[in-house]
């Protein structure tokens, strides 16, 4: 179906198990915040995904519950604008757990079993070993409720989201054949460059995880982020003295050059060099040490958290604002859901009580 008024419409979230990072900043926040001060999107939703967290984190209901405050925090310090942005409470959209309900009956165990997205995750967390949830299992369609719950019509993702999307583009399009035109289609939005693509680890593993401790977070300190440069970023293995030349290309230090460094920059920390073109230049032929290229990258890394962690400061030191801001976001998105489940339940002829109709229906079919 398509959007009847046009509308363009975002929906995107995250997990609430612990503080946003840098991989989340380059990955999806700093978008997030461009998209909503583009004014081209009608809507754009935030949704704090903590049932989704739920199902691998289900004895631990208390990690969810403590990281909300954390994860709204950390939209409001990179400039995520309430007034323009809905954040909202997945957990407190019952709309949400009816339509993925319904979506289960729409996909095999067969077809979840193949996304690789899911195959990826059930065998990052172990779960081929030690069992894997239902819920765990099946978040696919959860992730398919939340998006067609909202109308979406775009969903910011990186690549390797691509086949959820796929996956709900897919129940879609089944539902409406089955029912009728009810639900939106909606499209993938994919980073446009390589600065928007994951950033890996301090340590160069693909990914950032608290768990792995290879990340540097949107709150973190100067002494914090010194230490995890210094400590665990990896260079050029090859480049052994300062003389020897040394490889750009998988060398984590350049890769976070590469996503934060400015001309600007240059010119404020290291004058020698007109810009990174230029100091890659050098790196390559030999004659530039490792410990120059981190002192670097620790005065970029601080200029790009500084007016973070201020911004995070004020509005921990007003929780009752942040309070305020999410139960209106949640109740605005529960007006929403709403309307598109009972839409749904309208196509699928469930909608018993709405009016009394089925009275007819139901003495015609005693005659």
Not at 71 to 84: H, N, R
Not at 142 to 150: E, L, P, Y
Request: aromatic share 8%.
């Amino acid at each position: 179906m398509d959007n009847k008024e046009n509308k363009q419409i975002i929906l995107t979230g995250d997990r609430p198990t612990g503080r946003l990072h840098l991989g989340h900043y380059v990955g999806s926040l700093k978008r997030r915040v461009e998209l909503q001060n583009s004014r081209k999107f009608d809507e754009i939703n935030i949704l704090i995904a903590d049932d989704q967290a739920l199902t691998d984190n289900a004895d631990n209901p208390g990690k969810i519950r403590d990281n909300i405050i954390n994860v709204v925090l950390d939209y409001l310090s990179v400039g995520l604008d309430p007034e323009k942005t809905t954040i909202c409470v997945q957990s407190q959209l019952p709309a949400l757990h009816a339509l993925t309900f319904y979506y289960m009956n729409l996909v095999s165990t067969a077809r979840l079993s193949r996304n690789p997205t899911v195959k990826a995750e059930i065998a990052m967390r172990g779960f081929a070993d030690e069992g894997l949830p239902a819920g765990f299992f099946a978040y696919p369609v959860s992730q398919a409720a939340d998006i067609t719950a909202f109308d979406a019509t775009v969903v910011p993702v990186g690549e390797d989201q691509l086949p959820m999307i796929e996956q709900t583009r897919e129940i879609v399009e089944k539902f409406n054949r089955t029912y009728g035109e009810t639900l939106v289609l909606p499209q993938a939005m994919i980073p446009e460059n390589e600065t928007q693509r994951r950033l890996p680890g301090v340590d160069g593993k693909a990914k950032m995880s608290k768990s792995l401790g290879n990340c540097i977070y949107l709150s973190d300190d100067a002494k914090t982020i010194k230490k995890q440069v210094n400590g665990k970023m990896f260079t050029d293995p090859t480049h052994l003295r300062i003389e020897d030349p040394g490889h750009t290309e998988g060398n984590v230090v350049f890769t976070y050059l590469d996503a934060f460094a400015t001309d600007e920059d240059f010119s404020l920390f290291l004058p020698e060099y007109a810009n990174l073109e230029e100091l890659k230049a050098h790196y390559r032929r030999g004659g530039l040490g490792d410990g120059t290229c981190k002192k670097f990258l620790i005065s970029v890394l601080d200029k790009n958290l500084s007016p973070i962690r201020e911004e995070r400061a004020k509005w921990a030191a007003d929780i009752d604002s942040v309070y305020d801001i999410i139960k209106a976001g949640t109740e605005k998105a529960r007006e929403k859901t709403n309307a598109t489940l009972a839409r749904v339940q309208k196509a699928m002829r469930i909608d018993y009580f709405k009016d009394r109709s089925i009275i007819g229906e139901w003495k015609d079919l005693l005659k």
